[in-house]
């Protein structure tokens, strides 16, 4: 695509797949799921052409970059550790970061640990998510939305072999039904083999087949482990209750993304609550009829909000 460069890089004793284009301040693209380095395929080429050097990394356990088996390695604190590695690599003390979904919450995280690594944060889809001392994270989703919940669904890796990687990942990535998401035990993604599911414009067959590939070869494994590792994330972050980001932040989701209509979600963003936790959050954007894709939704205007946010620093 356009002359965008791959590469291999040993980060925190994994072996990490990179695809980067440009020269200049480095952006720094997180992906979430179920996707890879290939969700921001737009933004690459659109902010290297304005003098950025954009990086987007396959997260561990994706795509191309190695994925270890216990479900341990898949902790805030690897991740982000193979993050500060990976920024290292590149010559840099500081990045622009710009993450979705999964990727938005490492990326809470490393602005956490390490805000001296951030320039800025423009964050799509999932605000900052305060650790609440109390419960631990999944047992306070099921009590809430019950044992459907989707993070509470970690072992579905055979209903996604029933259907095959190509039709869950075709499911998802069209869905625009409003949250909480739910999966039910008999049909967690609602998938009826006689009603063919159509793909949204900005998804093409060409799309769904890089994903597909590249899952069938690497599997789910490493990606659900992300969510298997939520309450092993609570226990590490015991130090950093309480404490507030204090990163430059632009938030930016659509009014039909599934997060930002489960239930709590609109109040804890507008209702001031996110700013006393991020307390340099800059601006909130919220786009009407626009789902949890964002940046592929609506990728001219994604480009757009990045780049006015991060040349102010």
Not at 202 to 220: P, Q, R
Not at 265 to 277: S, W
Not at 286 to 293: A, D, L, Q
Request: aromatic share 12%; with cysteine.
């Amino acid at each position: 695509m356009e002359r965008i460069r791959h590469k291999m890089v040993n980060v925190n004793g994994i072996s990490m797949h990179v695809a980067e284009k440009g020269e200049g301040p480095v952006i720094l693209f997180l992906h979430g799921f179920p996707e890879l380095w290939y969700t921001w395929r737009h933004q690459i080429i659109a902010l290297s052409s304005l003098g950025y050097h954009a990086v987007a990394p396959d997260l561990r356990g994706y795509g191309d970059t190695e994925a270890p088996t216990a479900i341990s390695s898949y902790s805030c604190m690897q991740i982000v550790g193979d993050l500060v590695a990976l920024i290292d690599s590149l010559g840099v003390e500081q990045v622009f970061l710009v993450a979705h979904d999964w990727g938005a919450i490492i990326g809470w995280y490393l602005c956490l640990f390490r805000p001296d690594r951030v320039k800025a944060f423009v964050c799509l889809s999932v605000p900052f998510m305060p650790r609440k001392p109390q419960m631990k994270p999944v047992e306070s989703m099921r009590l809430f939305f019950g044992d459907d919940y989707y993070i509470c669904r970690f072992q579905i890796e055979a209903e996604i072999a029933r259907y095959g990687a190509s039709n869950v990942l075709k499911k998802i990535i069209s869905s625009r039904k409003p949250g909480p998401p739910c999966m039910p035990k008999d049909n967690a993604f609602g998938i009826k083999p006689d009603t063919p599911i159509t793909l949204p414009s900005w998804f093409s067959e060409e799309d769904l087949s890089y994903y597909a590939n590249k899952f069938n070869k690497k599997g789910f494994t490493g990606a659900l482990n992300y969510y298997r590792a939520f309450d092993l994330n609570w226990e590490q972050t015991a130090p950093w209750t309480n404490t507030q980001v204090k990163v430059p932040v632009k938030f930016i989701v659509g009014d039909l993304d599934s997060v930002y209509t489960t239930p709590g979600m609109k109040e804890y963003v507008n209702g001031g609550d996110f700013k006393r936790d991020a307390p340099m959050l800059e601006e909130v954007v919220i786009m009407e009829g626009v789902g949890h894709f964002i940046n592929q939704e609506r990728a001219d205007e994604i480009n757009s909000h990045i780049h006015d946010f991060i040349k102010n620093f």
